[in-house]
């Protein structure tokens, strides 16, 4: 297993520290650090350098392994520098300026990534005092909440995660891979709780004893709610799709789960009819709700093929919360076009089409790569990251171990 610990230096720079829970299979260690200024003056700011450094050790025998490369990556995701480590496993890495970094270890050519972590705890993330659900629509081009309903561009306004990367949705350039080695999806059909007009979207709602579930590593993440997005939110190739059906899962401990699926004009699909039905008759105002006794056919609103991509993000309505896990199927449902104009007549009836928040900033996130699982203690962090060699290989039967990055200021 891989651990890692930080030490922050306060000299002339500190370090705070804003950490991202895992999401499952790949090939990356994340760890994001924030340069705050101590006692210097603004204007000598350029010229503050931070350094973080570390070691890669191979577990079996506590020896440093050479060649492995490392890069820091910006706010942006451009990669500020790349380093590799030397004979002994240690690197380090210059950081240029105040913002936020990304420290991603590349697996060697051949080897996996092993012991998969994931979010085990609620995303964080809430209103300001004197905001809610009735501060924010899709549409509005205010971005000052003192002067009424803000749109997209001024979310940040009303949420106390202004500012943190790592949001959703994105947009996804990386190929596809099969999420069932990663995800189970376990959905029987099942009858709502309720179907609801929140005045920002559809939702069916379901009691938190539903035996709908995903399982990742382990963990049961039961299905709270499924809602929809019209245009599609996450992008592929900078492309949206017609729709976007969004279903939310959330585990004992409060981790959320978001399973995607894009929706295209095709065959009418009747899986989607109670909904749709549901909303065409008593969900044509905001802030309404109803019941139904059709049971949802979940099978019918997922795609057959489990190909697609997953990624650590956000809620995409506000409070924006996260971190939370994201898992976007690849192909498409469909439903016809007598469909998509009953469904859009509600929401735009009730003031939400469109309904999308516009991507995100990758921030140095790699679609289809791992994040790692943080435990605070003190000022030191462990990290449960682990790459394997290819097989058969006797001398590396252990994955190596990163043992320690110290992050230090200096002018």
Known sequence: MMNLKAKLSSRQLTWKRQTYRPLVDGLEARHLLSATHVDIHPLQASSIVGTISGEVVYDKTGLGMSGIRVQLINSVGRITETTTTDRHGDYSLGVPS???????????????????????????????????NSSWNYTSTNTDPTKGVVGPAGWGNLTTVDGDPFGAPVNITRPAIDLSKVVTVNYAPAVPKQIINNSHQIQAQFNSSTADTVTLDGQVFALTQFHYHDPSENTVHGRKARMEEHFVNVSASGAETVVAVFLQLGAHNYALDPILNAASTSLTSPNSSTTITTPIDFAGLLPKSTRGWFYQGSLTTLPLSQPVNWFVYATPITLDAKQLAEYQTVASGSGFLPNARP????????????????????????????????????????????LAIYASGCR
């Open 98 to 132: 105040d913002g936020a970094y990304v420290v991603r270890e590349l697996v060697p050519g051949g080897w996996t990534q092993t012991s998969p972590t994931f979010v085990s705890d609620a995303p964080t993330g809430q209103f300001l005092s004197g905001y809610g």
């Open 359 to 402: 991507v995100q900033p990758l921030d140095g996130r790699i679609v289809n790569e791992i994040n790692y699982d943080v435990n605070f203690t003190g000022t030191n962090l462990t990290l449960n990251y682990g790459i394997a060699p290819p097989a058969p290989n006797p001398d590396y039967s252990h994955p190596p171990t990163l």
